[in-house]
Each structure stands twice: as C-alpha cells, then as structure tokens.
C-alpha cells in the first residue's frame, strides 16, 4: 500500500523533483554574496547571471542551501499591508520563496522591487531582491523543489555548481 502512495505522490506532487536534488541538468540557484550575483544553471550550464540586492547589516541573507517551495504573482506584502500588484509594493511583479531558516517560503524569497535602483546593494530585510524583468523570466523557469544556493564563498558560479552537483565534473 505505501509503495501505491509513494508512486501516486511522485506524479501528483506540487514539489519537483522528488529525491536526490539537484542531479546534474536540474534547474539550480546560486546568490553569490560577495558580488550581490544570481546565477540560474540549467541543464548543466550557467544560463543567466543576474544583480541582486541582499540583507542589511542586521538582517542578513541567510547562507545555506534551501529549497523553493512558494511562487506568487504580484505578491501580497503582508508586513505593511500592500496589495501585490500596487507600486508602493517593494516585493515587485514576482516572488519566489524558500524554506531559510526553517520558515514557510513566505519570509525569505526571491523577488522583484519598486526601487530597481536598490540593486547592488545589502538593503533588504533578508530576502534576495532583483528587478522585475528579470524576476519575471527566473520566475517561469524555476519549479517549486528547486535548490538554492546562498554562499559567501570565493568561488565562480561553475565551481559551486559542480561542487553542489549541478553541473557535471
């Protein structure tokens, strides 16, 4: 019966990819800290590199390995209120959230900005914030499960991928 449920839930699941994760070719996420840069490999390969901004002092980004496993259009920004959508919301077009510090996906995420001249900089309250046009193309890439990497390591995006199993060695 279990072996039943267990096949049921790896075609049904919401989270990709049940398992070992990533394998090489899976879709992965690395912030580099140190360079306020956003990685997104694919299929083996850096795809794109993006600028980001990161946490204040105070509220740092949290390093580690996560998993995203919330996505929203137009997020609602719960902390002041602020319908998604607004222009006054500084979560932006898109978010996409993961599972730091054992939250719910809802506290620290990937997101876009009213401000996109924020970008480059530790000014956030933790979260991880691009510009919208390209929150919105990670966005439709990125399936819920996807690892994310978040280091201040020295290292280029394709040695982390192929020390974290993303790329092939």
């Not at 989270?15 to 694919?42: K, R």
């Not at 995420?109 to 929150?135: E, F």
Request: glycine letters at 12%.
């Amino acid at each position: 019966m279990l072996a039943i449920l267990l096949s049921v839930l790896s075609i049904v699941s919401p989270i990709w990819p049940l398992g070992e994760n990533p394998l090489e070719g899976d879709p992965y996420i690395i912030v580099q800290l140190q360079t306020y840069e956003m990685a997104f490999i694919n299929e083996g390969e850096v795809q794109q590199v993006f600028d980001v901004a990161i946490g204040k002092e105070g509220q740092e980004t949290p390093e580690g390995e996560f998993m995203t496993i919330v996505k929203a259009k137009n997020p609602y920004y719960r902390k002041l209120d602020i319908q998604g959508g607004d222009s006054e919301n500084p979560l932006g077009s898109r978010w996409i959230g993961f599972d730091a510090e054992d939250t719910d996906g809802r506290v620290f995420g990937l997101h876009g900005t009213n401000q996109p001249s924020s970008i480059g900089q530790r000014i956030t309250n933790g979260c991880i914030r691009l510009k919208n046009s390209d929150v919105e193309v990670l966005y439709e890439e990125v399936p819920l499960g996807t690892k994310i990497l978040v280091t201040s390591e020295d290292e280029s995006f394709e040695q982390l991928g192929k020390a974290n199993g993303a790329i092939g060695k």
